[in-house]
């Protein structure tokens, strides 16, 4: 078999093993407001989120895009194949390792650390697209922080709204609004989340000259929302333990606010063809919306060891990236 067509073939299969471990380790960051306050049942949450995933996974490709070309350029990538390939391993180790330890970490930044990365170490800074590289970090640090801010200020409103009401008949209806605004997360996760694996494998099929443009073919789009979908089957568990009481006590209506809000801000980026990481905006929204219920509510220790793993999270995965492209040059 011709040495292209094999590392493409290893590419599709890495992209793909890359969304479905996405699926489970960010699963639980889109159900886990509404398992936590018992608004579903966890093996309802899971189908839920599952289908919508695949669902939202099928809506858009602008996201994919960006990936695919504003990193680094894959037509003119120095041993394109291995950058890509040593990308992905990097990007799935440090998925799994933060998931062993139920550490809700960022995705979308061990990927795009790693294609950083494995670029350098194939040819320097040079070939990195900066134009398009700190348009992304832009999105992947501001969106967290509108999260955080548009969680305070949506679930203020809410308090004022509410402050009449009876609380136990409050949760209860709220209850019933989290299975929508559980479904509607998903749907986000999926539409923004699943293009990330689709950016990757038409990057590669354009780095090895089997597609001329950066549309996203129907065969490389279906493959990821069906691996997203059955990742997202699988559950995390371990996070939704993180995401759903380590950070604050979880009532529904606090839920609600907080999945409106990360919705709409990553909804909002995948408008705009901006990857975001759904963990960082997710975890950020309720602690958003813990704030602005009680401070002292939130357990900003907690908080803390999300914070630092999401800012070592680059740095180590475009290390980890670099050490496996020299490798895999010794290989190749």
Known sequence: MDITLFLTILIVIGALAFDFINGFH????????????????????????????????????????????????????????????AALI???????????????????????????????????FAALNYGGFFKILQSLIISPLLAFGLAYLVYSIFKIALKNFNLSKTNKRFRMYQIATAALQSYTHGTNDAQKAMGIITMALMANSYQSTDDVAFWV???????????????????????????????????????????????????????????????????????????????WGTAKRMLITWFITLPISGTLAALIYWLLTLIF
């Open 90 to 124: 990097a990007g799935i180790t440090w998925n799994l390792i933060t998931w062993y330890y139920g550490i809700p970490s960022s995705s979308s930044h061990a990927l795009i650390g790693s294609i950083a990365g494995a670029a350098i170490a194939s040819a320097g």
């Open 26 to 85: 960010d699963t639980a960051n889109s159900i886990a407001t509404s398992v936590s306050t018992k608004a579903l049942k966890p093996r309802h949450a899971i189908i839920l989120a599952a289908v919508m995933n695949f669902v939202g996974a099928m809506t858009f490709t602008g996201v994919a895009k960006t990936i695919s070309k504003d990193i680094v350029d894959p037509f003119t990538l120095n041993n394109g194949s291995l950058v890509i390939l």
């Open 221 to 299: 789009q279906f493959s990821c929302a069906a691996a997203m979908g059955l990742g997202t089957s699988v559950g995390g568990w371990k996070i939704i333990k993180t995401v759903g009481g380590k950070i604050m006590k979880i009532r529904p209506v606090n839920g609600v606010a907080a999945d409106l809000t990360s919705s709409a801000i990553i909804f909002g980026a995948t408008f705009i063809h901006l990857p975001v990481s759904t963990t960082h905006v997710i975890s950020s929204a309720i602690m958003g919306v813990g704030a602005s219920h009680r401070i002292k509510g939130v357990h």
